[in-house]
């Protein structure tokens, strides 16, 4: 029933507790060295109720964006269990997210995937979803989920039974009987054990009398609960049910459905008897063996009657068995026995022995003429009869294959006969069932609930039981989210199973009190608050509010009225595992039904009264309740007034009393709850709320200061002080959305600073307060009030100041909201891309954050922006305002930006070239000739876009870069917006960074075009491909576009070698992290290479003699080394010099560079190359020709 901590993949369907087939559960569970698990030796680990939750929603429905709005009474109902619940999913993976208003992104709500299918259905709205629509027709249907059946290890636990029994020779006989299967193993089960009972028994089926066992006098319950002086001897008395009016006339309907479904079932049992002495495996009842043999169909009487009362049932009771004792009841752990013919697998049964000895005398009686051997075995002699029936009527069957079973068969006539024979059970089995047990009775464990003398609770409580609906005994399969969670929970029970209630029948003879007996299901222990995690937590709570879904009220809601128990209602008992937690809810003496609202509202009035005196139980309890409007309106002017008369101590030496700290801290959770959407439209409320805005700030910055930042500092109760930020916390995340309060509390004196290190504090310690501040300082930042500049401005600083590796975790919230923002707000976005390019130099972690965030085509869009045609015209008109010189501020931080993502890798080089930043950095013509050379933090207009197309002069080396430059400057020249850059003289270093990017394009252009497109046709990556030759065109692993391939079959060949390589690559894009330079690259690294060496030879011989000329020993050896040549290519203009060889002993590629170097004729070259953060620097062997 549960699927925590995975995930389900799609066509898996639910993953229920223990999934296999009963019968390889019961064989592995009655093997000889196999017992129920003993319960654990020390306690279990206690769950954080911090702990994640793991029932969640995770699926977005998608929606057509003109599609109509969802409205609850246009909704259709999908799947339901017996609750009625309009949200049912059989898995987690069967609920959605759904835009109730298309065109309203944040209006989500989570809904059932069955229902979201059936409405888009009735509208039309299917082409949107197709497959979460195919996925919610294949969903399970709802179905209820019963209690492993204990008759099954009842039977097996008697050492002297096998149910495996010696088949009868010579005959194949297929039962037709309902649930009858084998169990292959003998059960070793400790002939004691006694199971907990959990089957539900109908009104009908409960046992009219009671004969009780007690020992120790238990059913003397006292309020004193005074031990005897002396044991109480054992005694017997007898009880009787006693129902409730409602009750007994569901019985009688009850009983009447039972007798009504009997006699209009005409179908019976049997068993076909085919003659086997072809000896076909695969058999069937349809398809039977010949030729020359007939079929016969032994035809059982009508099954009996299924038992309609319990005369009587057995109860034994001890005083040392207690399981807990309140003010007016005791409960006791007993054995209850009760019949076996309760349990599915004790109904009425045929023997098959004696249905064959049967059928063989019929034979012997219709065809006295035919001669057998009695001595044989009893399914030879009917093969005989069987074939001399086939001999006389002289059927000729015929050969044919069942392709719809891919099974051999042949078709022969089957004849019908009835026998007489007996139904057994437990108690009438015949001699051949000596190894079945004739006991009627077992044993089995309920839950014995006694009150003390004069109490009625008991009674009322058995009265409630006799009135709840039946969906509260009922498990069923799936989820549902129970209003007001939002969140899915498991359909279990709600309520133990009812086993009926007793009084001591009167003239007893017994003097003296005697309690009243309510039986009850065992449902386990009460629960443990702080041990249970928030999925546990949601699921209690979901039990009670199905309860008051039904119009009931508890009365009683206390953890010890919440009971566990370990293991899926449906699990054999040795498969139950103690991390799977099933909870009830106990106890109902005080429930009742009726209206819960008018109920809750009647409590409050009655509380509003003791919380204007300061109660804080009764704050408590209205805290609860805030979230209704009319609660709210007059729970407010109580907290105003005990807010306004408990102002913030000033330093943390100010003693606190607790009271009046819990007094606020009651207070604000009424305000965090209270104060929502649908109350802030009230002008009353604003107004009351904005007059409580600047005291609230005053609470939050001290119990942030003292509490959260220095812990231990202040007097009073710190658990206090942490309730007391959060409950500010959340009432500050909602107010930190509307503009008035959102002003007083900006402009609130330090505010700024306190909430800044608050979330530094929460992202790097706190985790609870972490969300509620996050979202007080994005609401914020998206702000335009008056004040939010300074605010921000204040918060930027506090973050500069702030230890690095804090600040590097926190300022990662502000990437989502940055990429939101428009362009317009220019303040805004230089504060930020400021604080973005400071943590970009500071954290890798946050910087391939960035990368990965589309972070490159974003800047690139936003310097578009600023280039737009509104900015030239304010250009043209030659004012100076600060927008202008915000703007180029923007471009002087949205390049640094750009030039530290280049110095990651040349991919987003190549992606903000495909983002047009050539054509943007062409249209700043204005913003260079105007504010080119004048001072923008932290370079020049100008030096940023010359160090920009450096940067882009320096990825030429691989071929993405090239191909977009290529691109690029073929626009630029149709645009015809390059000229004002060509006529930069050299001596510029702008006009000459543009000149000789041009200049490396051509030739590494020409490169490419002549050395490298024939090559990439030659060289398949499979190292196994023996074609040789030029192909037409390889084709690219499509995971990673990274290897090439000349068919599908070297794609195959190669996949082992190449996965792990692929998944690396595809990870590394996808989290923004370098990617290597691929087999192509680097040959066409090695081709540039060859062709810078070929068009430098004048001035590599020049360095050549240079370095001889300095180092004359050289010519005295004997074998002198070659010379290696240094190409740097990290910087514009290419940078090359001239080494000995004996410099680059350390490399281990040396010696055979060397060797071939010697043989080849061919250039060690030690290259530099642009390589994401650290350079790449190798030798290798070039050939120029």
């Known amino acids: 029933m549960q699927n925590d901590g995975k995930l389900e993949e799609p066509g898996r369907g639910m993953l229920v507790g223990n999934s296999k087939k009963a019968n390889n559960i019961v064989s592995s569970q009655l093997n000889d060295a196999t017992e129920p698990l003993p319960p654990p030796e020390v306690a279990l680990p206690r769950v954080s109720i911090s702990s994640a939750k793991k029932r969640v929603v995770r699926y977005i429905w998608p929606r057509d964006p003109k599609g109509p709005a969802m409205t609850a009474g246009q909704l259709s109902h999908g799947k339901v269990a017996g609750n009625k619940l309009r949200n049912w999913g059989a898995t987690l993976n069967d609920f959605y997210w759904v835009q109730r208003i298309p065109e309203a992104p944040t209006g989500l709500t989570r809904m059932s995937g069955s229902r979201l299918a059936a409405w888009m259905k009735e509208i039309g709205e299917v082409e949107h979803a197709k497959k979460e629509i195919e996925w919610s027709e294949a969903e399970d249907q709802p179905r209820e989920v019963f209690p492993c059946d204990v008759g099954r290890l009842l039977e097996d636990r008697n050492p002297s039974i096998f149910t495996l029994r010696r088949p009868l020779e010579h005959v194949d006989v297929f039962s037709s009987t309902e649930g009858e299967e084998k169990i292959l193993t003998q059960a070793r089960h400790p002939e004691n054990k006694a199971y907990t009972f959990q089957q539900r028994i109908p009104f009908h089926l409960l046992p009219k009398k009671l004969i009780v066992h007690d020992d120790g006098g238990t059913l003397r319950v006292s309020k004193d609960d ?11 008395h007898v009880y009787r049910l006693h129902l409730s009016s409602h009750a007994k006339e569901r019985a009688v309907r009850q009983r009447a459905v039972v007798q009504k479904k009997h006699a209009a079932d005409n179908s019976a049992g049997g068993m076909l008897f085919v003659s086997s002495s072809l000896e076909t495996t695969n058999l069937s009842p349809s398809s039977c063996v010949g030729p020359n043999s007939e079929a016969i169909f032994a035809k059982f009487p009508k099954e009996p009657e299924p038992p309609l009362s319990t005369p009587e049932a057995h109860l034994y009771l001890s005083s040392e068995r207690i399981i807990g004792r309140g003010h007016h009841s005791a409960v006791y752990s007993a054995e209850w026995e009760v019949p076996r013919i309760w349990l599915p697998s004790f109904r009425p049964r045929v023997c098959e022995q004696c249905a064959s000895l049967a059928v063989l005398e019929k034979f012997k009686k219709d065809m006295p003429d035919v001669e057998v051997d009695e001595t044989e075995y009893i399914g030879t002699q009917i093969s005989k009869f069987l074939f001399e029936m086939a001999r006389r009527s002289a059927g000729e069957g015929f050969m044919h294959e069942d392709t719809s079973k891919t099974e051999m068969g042949y078709a022969i006539p089957v004849r019908e006969t009835d026998i007489d024979v007996q139904w057994q059970g437990p108690g009438t089995y015949c001699k051949h069932e000596t190894r079945r047990s004739n006991k009627t009775t077992f044993r089995t464990l309920v839950s014995a609930k006694l009150s003390i003398k004069h109490d009625d609770h008991l009674k009322q409580e058995a009265k409630n039981y006799q009135k709840f609906p039946a969906h509260f005994f009922q498990h069923w399969n799936g989820y549902n989210i129970v209003p007001p969670l939002h969140d899915p929970t498991p359909i279990g029970a709600v309520v133990p199973q009812f086993y009926g209630y007793y009084m001591p029948e009167k003239g007893d003879g017994d003097q003296g009190y005697l309690s009243p007996i309510l039986l009850l299901e065992d449902c386990g222990t009460p629960i443990d608050v702080e041990a249970l995690d928030i999925d546990d937590r949601q699921e209690c709570a979901s039990m009670l509010f199905r309860f008051h879904n039904e119009g009931w009220l508890h009365g009683s809601v206390f953890p010890r009225n919440i009971v566990m128990q370990h293991g899926d209602i449906q699990d054999w008992p040795a498969y139950k595992r103690h991390s799977d937690r099933r909870f009830r809810l106990i106890d109902f003496g005080r429930s009742e039904k009726g209206d819960t609202t008018m109920e809750s509202w009647t409590a409050q009035q009655l509380l509003m009264r003791f919380a204007r005196e300061g109660s804080v139980s009764a704050l408590a309890v209205l805290a609860a ?7 709210f309106s007059e729970i407010l002017p109580v907290v105003c007034n005990h807010i306004s008369h ?31 959407k649908e109350t802030c439209q009230d002008p009353g409320f604003g107004s009351a709320v904005a007059v409580l805005c600047p005291r609230a700030c005053e609470w939050l910055m001290f119990s942030i200061r003292h509490y959260l930042l220095n812990p231990g500092t202040v007097i009073g109760d710190d658990s206090l002080g942490n309730d007391l930020i959060s409950a500010l916390t959340s009432f500050f995340s ?28 929460a992202f790097k310690h706190d985790h609870q307060v972490r969300d509620h501040v996050s979202h007080i300082i994005t609401s914020t930042s998206k702000s335009t009030e008056p004040g939010v500049e300074q605010w921000k401005t204040e918060h930027l600083h506090t973050l500069e100041t702030s230890p690095l590796d804090v600040v590097s975790i926190t300022v990662d919230n502000i990437v989502a909201s940055l990429q939101e923002t428009q362009a317009v707000r220019w303040m805004f976005l230089e504060s930020n891309l400021t604080m973005m390019i400071y943590c970009f130099s500071i954290s890798t972690t946050l910087r391939y954050r960035y990368l990965a965030s589309d972070s490159v085509p974003w800047t690139c869009h936003l310097m578009r922006h600023i280039c737009s045609h509104r900015m030239m015209e304010r250009m043209s008109q030659d004012q100076d305002d600060i927008e202008l010189r915000l703007g180029t501020s923007l471009l002087c931080l949205s390049s640094e930006y750009l030039m530290n993502a280049f110095y990651e890798n040349y991919t987003w080089v190549a992606q903000a070239l495909q983002c047009h930043l050539l054509q943007t950095l062409m249209r700043c013509q204005p913003f260079v000739e105007r504010f080119g050379d004048a001072d923008n933090a932290p370079h020049t207009l100008k030096g940023t876009f010359t160090a920009v197309i450096n940067k882009i002069n320096t990825s030429l080396l691989y071929r993405p870069v090239i191909r977009q430059v290529r691109k690029a400057l073929d626009r630029i020249k149709c645009l015809e917006v390059s000229g004002w850059i060509d006529s930069i003289p050299e001596s510029d270093s702008l006009g000459l960074a543009w000149t000789q990017l041009k200049k490396a394009v051509a030739s590494r252009w020409n490169t490419r075009h002549y050395h490298v497109s024939e090559q990439d046709n030659l060289e ?101 080394l070659p010379l290696v040549l240094e190409m740097n290519y990290r910087d514009v203009p290419l940078e090359i010099s001239v080494s000995s060889m004996d410099k680059y002993r350390y490399e281990h590629s040396w010696q055979y560079l060397l060797d071939e170097s010697l043989l080849t004729g061919g250039a060690i070259v030690h290259l530099s190359l642009p390589w994401g953060p650290d350079d790449l620097e190798h030798l290798d062997l070039v050939y120029a020709e």
Request: proline residues 8%; glycine residues 2%.
């Open 646 to 676: 408990n102002p913030a101590p000033s330093t943390a030496e100010y003693p606190i009393s607790d009271t009046s700290l819990v007094v606020v801290v009651r207070c604000f959770k009424v305000l965090s709850r209270g104060f929502n």
């Open 1020 to 1120: 398949c990556m499979n190292d196994e491909c023996t074609r040789t030759g030029m192909y037409d065109s390889l084709m690219c692993c499509a995971g990673c576009y990274w290897v090439y391939y000349c068919s599908r079959k070297c794609q195959k060949a190669s996949w082992l070698s190449h996965k792990e390589e692929c998944q690396d690559i595809r990870t590394k894009r996808r989290t923004g992290r370098p990617i290597p330079p691929s087999h192509r690259d680097l040959e066409f690294i090695r081709e540039v290479v060859s062709d810078d060496i070929q068009n430098q030879k004048i001035r590599i011989d020049a360095l050549k003699k240079q370095f001889l000329k300095k180092h004359p020993s050289r010519k005295k050896k004997r074998f002198p």
């Open 625 to 631: 309740h805030a979230q209704d409007a009319r609660v």
């Open 226 to 236: 005074r031990p005897f002086s002396r044991r109480p001897p054992k005694k017997i």
């Open 734 to 761: 909602f107010i930190s959305e509307i503009p008035p309060l959102l002003f007083i509390m900006v402009n609130h004196p330090g505010f700024a600073r306190t909430i800044t290190e608050a979330w530094l504090f």
